[in-house]
């Protein structure tokens, strides 16, 4: 089990660029989830999906955030256009049915200069 | 709602110490409960979990957790600490729908020699 896949691990970008994140869940996880974590504000849930469904997307904090989960195997999380106050580290995490834990990337930590 | 309390933000000690990081829940009926640690520059990672059954849970690395209901506790415990075990502390808990984690805001361990 190669466990959650996240890339890139680092990104550093321009204000006003976009970035895209990447996520592959664990085979056979029903659930995925975006995170965001930063000192001030700890551990954010940004959205989930359920079934490559996204569920609850109250988390996204504005219009510039979109993600996207086309198959079971794959997920995007992007930033269009990036600000400084995106900077932060991003985790995907899965799960499966029932009540299971969270199983977390490594995540990416981005830096928007 | 459901939430989850780590009243410490930082605890220190000594190597070869016991230690006991606290994390109390709010829910009504009996909580799916766990214990993620995060090291510096990794995701979170599962130690223990408690659904049902028997209150005193085992994990990984030597720590175990026990549910108390009474005091809507449900606390880390590890014997003798090591300096590998400096690192965040996440508690967490499952919605009743199974759909949503609650994660307290973290408790940072310090090991000193």
């Known amino acids: 089990d190669a466990g959650v896949i996240q890339s890139p691990r680092h990104e550093v970008t321009e204000m006003g660029q976009e970035v895209t994140l990447r996520c592959k869940p664990i085979?056979?996880?029903?659930?995925l989830f975006w995170y965001r974590q930063t000192m001030m504000r700890g551990l954010e849930l940004l959205i989930y999906?359920?079934?490559?469904?996204?569920?609850?997307d109250s988390g996204m904090p504005e219009d510039r955030f979109s993600a996207k989960m086309p198959n079971a195997s794959f997920s995007t999380l992007k930033i269009q256009p990036s600000e400084p106050r995106d900077s932060a580290v991003y985790f995907c995490?899965?799960?499966?049915?029932?009540?299971?834990?969270?199983?977390f990337g490594n995540g990416t930590r981005l830096t928007v200069t | 709602a459901q939430s989850v309390t780590q009243p410490d933000i930082h605890i220190t000690v000594s190597e070869g110490a016991s230690l006991e990081l606290r994390c109390n829940y709010s829910?009504?009926?009996?909580?799916?409960l766990f214990w993620y640690v995060q090291s510096p520059g990794q995701g979170l990672q599962l130690l223990l979990k408690?659904?049902?059954?028997?209150?005193l849970v085992q994990g990984i690395k030597g720590f175990e957790a026990e549910f108390k209901r009474s005091q809507s506790s449900f606390n880390l415990r590890k014997p003798s600490v090591h300096w590998s075990d400096a690192a965040e502390y996440f508690c967490?808990?499952?919605?009743?729908?199974?759909?949503?984690?609650?994660f307290g805001t973290g408790t940072s361990l310090t090991v000193i020699p």
């Open positions: 995490a899965s799960r499966g049915q029932g009540f299971s834990p969270l199983h």
């Open positions: 999906f359920n079934n490559n469904v996204p569920i609850d």
């Open positions: 967490a808990c499952l919605s009743n729908t199974g759909n949503q984690f609650y």
């Open positions: 408690y659904f049902s059954g028997d209150t």
């Open positions: 829910y009504g009926a009996t909580p799916y």
């Open positions: 085979s056979g996880h029903d659930y």
